[in-house]
């Protein structure tokens, strides 16, 4: 099973909106997660979503939801420079007990053009 | 704001050396994971840690690799033999004990392993 992304980079003018997505094909996905990682970093939590919600709502972030197409987007609303890195999705099965890896996608390099 | 540490931030060793990498989890987290990412490649997950056992490890940590939650802080990753392929970012993670918090799992920055 493999966690993947649509497209390797993407360019979004200073003020544009940013959609990066990711395509999963692990069935027994609950949780997803969006990592962003900066150069030189380790990855930083984003937002996350249960497989029970469609959409959900952070701080010029949202993250949506297909379970029919395995499919889920991460929104940037009026992205900045600063949102400038690498961005992941990862996924994990909800567990009650032990600790649980997640799976990362490829990642999406997400450049901010002035 | 609380964060996991990592050190040493690069680590230089000769093949076949016996390395130690060094992690300071966030204070009240019960969850604890290694994973490395090779130059350009994706995080991979190596092992997971709790209640002072490994809960899950995948095919990549063999005989060669072990963790230790030697006191009530850190959470090392010892590689006994070290190969050339081991050169990767090494990343440590926490996460916390409530069901969605221990979903989450927090970074530290990484130790760059170079093995020569």
């Known amino acids: 099973e493999s966690v993947g992304l649509h497209l390797p980079t993407l360019s979004v003018q200073e003020g544009d909106n940013s959609i990066i997505n990711c395509a999963y094909s692990?069935?027994?996905?609950?949780?997803f997660i969006w990592y962003k990682q900066e150069s030189g970093k380790g990855p930083q939590f984003i937002i996350d979503?249960?497989?029970?919600?469609d959409k959900r709502q952070g701080q010029r972030v949202t993250v949506l939801l297909n379970k029919t197409v395995k499919h889920l987007s991460l929104q940037i609303a009026a992205t900045q420079p600063g949102d400038s890195a690498v961005y992941f999705c990862?996924?994990?099965?909800?567990?009650?007990?032990?600790?649980?890896?997640?799976?990362f996608g490829s990642g999406t390099q997400l450049t901010v053009l002035p | 704001e609380p964060e996991v540490t990592q050190t040493p931030s690069h680590q230089v060793t000769q093949m076949g050396q016996e390395v130690i990498l060094r992690c300071v989890p966030i204070?009240?987290?019960?969850?604890f994971y290694w994973y490395r990412q090779i130059l350009g490649q994706k995080v991979e997950f190596l092992v997971s840690?709790?209640?002072?056992?490994?809960?899950?490890k995948s095919e990549i940590f063999d005989d060669q690799f072990s963790v230790e939650r030697p006191d009530g802080s850190n959470f090392t990753l010892k590689i006994r033999s070290t190969k050339l392929e081991d050169s990767a970012m090494y990343f440590c993670?926490?996460?916390?004990?409530?069901?969605?918090?221990?979903?989450?799992?927090?970074f530290g920055a990484g130790t760059r392993l170079s093995v020569l």
């Open positions: 692990n069935s027994a996905s609950d949780y």
């Open positions: 204070s009240n987290h019960l969850y």
């Open positions: 993670a926490s996460s916390g004990g409530l069901p969605r918090a221990k979903n989450i799992q927090y």
């Open positions: 990862a996924e994990t099965p909800i567990s009650s007990g032990s600790a649980r890896q997640l799976t």
């Open positions: 840690f709790y209640n002072n056992e490994i809960s899950e």
């Open positions: 979503i249960r497989s029970n919600m």
